[in-house]
Structures are given as C-alpha cells and as structure tokens.
C-alpha cells in the first residue's frame, strides 16, 4: 500500500502545476519543494474526479520543514485556507432586502423578518401621557398599578410623584 498516496490523496494545480495535496474543510495542506506561486484572492483547482473544482485563497501559510517528509519526498508545507466557489454556486442565498427610509422619527420601529416590534418608553413619559388624556378609565388602572407594592419597590420613591401628575 502506497502511504504517500493515503497521505496526500487530492490533486490540486496551482499556476498550472499539479501539487498532492489534503483537503479538510476549508484547510488545505500542500507539501513542496519549490515554493508554488499562489497568494489570498488566487483561485485554484482541485481535481474530483472527472470534474474541477475552483477553490478561492483567502488565507496562506508557507512552513519551511513542516512535512519532515512524512508521507511526502517534499521538505516545507503550504497550508491555505479556501473557499469552495463551485459549490457556492449551488447554496441558496440568504434573502434580504434593503430598504432605504430618509427619516425615522417615532417610537415604534420594526426592522427585519422576525415579525416583532419593541416598544420602549419611560414610565415617566407614560404617567405624563396617560395624565394629560381625558382617559379617566386608563388613569385608575395607571394609579392601581403605581399603587401596588411590587410595583412601588421596583420603582421606588418616585411612585408618589408619578401619582400626583394623576
């Protein structure tokens, strides 16, 4: 059994020249001799089969002495980090639309495809509103809540102010 060929089963080409190599992932492992001529942003080829597979460069490490030549005649190793393109033509995409608004003003804003709107305002802005309406039934309920203990100690001694724009 051959164990070079167990060790590096892949064939990639780099600038037109075939290197063994191990893909895992996104890491690939080359051992050489001459030092390939490949950077991030380079796409490159590796062989499956009958097919080709363009991988894009998107991270480079040259090891001098790494491969202590096990598994390989060759002396450093090149490891890249790699993006499968060919493979990527086939993924669904995330879809998203962008909508541009020139001005936002108000307090309830929903963005996104979650379906949920966050409402915030102050306690102190609800008292002031709830007062300044004609609501009397929506002013009882307001004086209960304030009223009740939990309520009080959460807010603590501002609740009998609250109460008094009541």
């Known amino acids: 059994m051959d164990f070079d060929a167990l060790a590096y089963p892949d064939i990639i080409i780099i600038d037109g020249i075939e290197y063994k190599a191990c893909k895992k992932n996104s890491s690939l492992s080359i051992p050489y ?44 190793m090149l490891t890249l980090t790699v993006e499968n393109l060919t493979a990527n033509q086939h993924k669904s995409k995330d879809s998203s639309s962008v909508v541009n608004i020139g001005n936002i003003s108000g307090h309830q804003v929903q963005v996104g495809n979650n379906n949920s ?17 004609d609501d009397t ?22 609740v009998s102010g609250l109460i008094s724009l009541l």
Do not use: M, W, Y
């Not at 709107?117 to 309406?133: G, Y």
């Not at 002013?139 to 001694?157: C, D, P």
């Open 33 to 76: 001799t001459d030092e390939p001529d490949v950077g991030i942003g380079d796409v490159i080829t590796q062989k499956s089969g009958k097919r080709d597979v363009e991988l894009k460069v998107l991270d480079a490490s040259f090891t001098p002495g790494a491969t202590l030549e096990i598994g390989t005649d060759h002396p450093h």
């Open 117 to 133: 709107q966050t409402t915030n305002i102050s306690i102190q802005e609800l008292v002031e509103k709830i007062a300044k309406s």
């Open 137 to 158: 039934e929506a002013k009882n309920a307001l004086v209960k809540f304030l009223e009740n203990s939990t309520v009080a100690s959460v807010i603590g001694a501002g």
